[in-house]
């Protein structure tokens, strides 16, 4: 889900939990965050460890080894390092945007990719 923003033409992406019994940990697990925005909950590291464990696909197991290195890893959740972070993927967003609506054609990937020598 993404709730768009229209003040500053930003968009703010939303994962849904259904808790059921195999996410239940999830959700006892889940954080407040303040940023400069208000609050918003998200999952702890356990909780994402243990939802990329319940897809299983091969892009979660590569970043449940990334999360596990280095044992316990220290995130700063302080209301100005969240807003920080969200800040740079809302940049990375509005980069990726008009990318995102380009026409497709055979020059854009659209439907005949280049040929690789």
Known sequence: MTKIDAAV??????????????????????????WERGEVWVVSKQGLVSLKRLRGSG??????????RGGAVKVDMSPEAVTARL????????????????????DTFGTHPPSVA
Request: overall charge positive; aromatic content about 4%.
């Open 9 to 34: 033409h930003d968009l703010l992406s939303l994962d849904l939990l259904l808790v059921t019994p195999a996410t239940e940990s999830v959700w006892q697990t889940r954080l407040r965050v303040r």
């Open 87 to 106: 800040k740079r993927v809302s940049q990375l967003r509005r980069l990726a945007w008009p990318l995102a609506r380009r026409p497709r054609g055979p």
């Open 59 to 68: 892009q979660d197991q590569d970043d449940i080894r990334r999360l596990g």
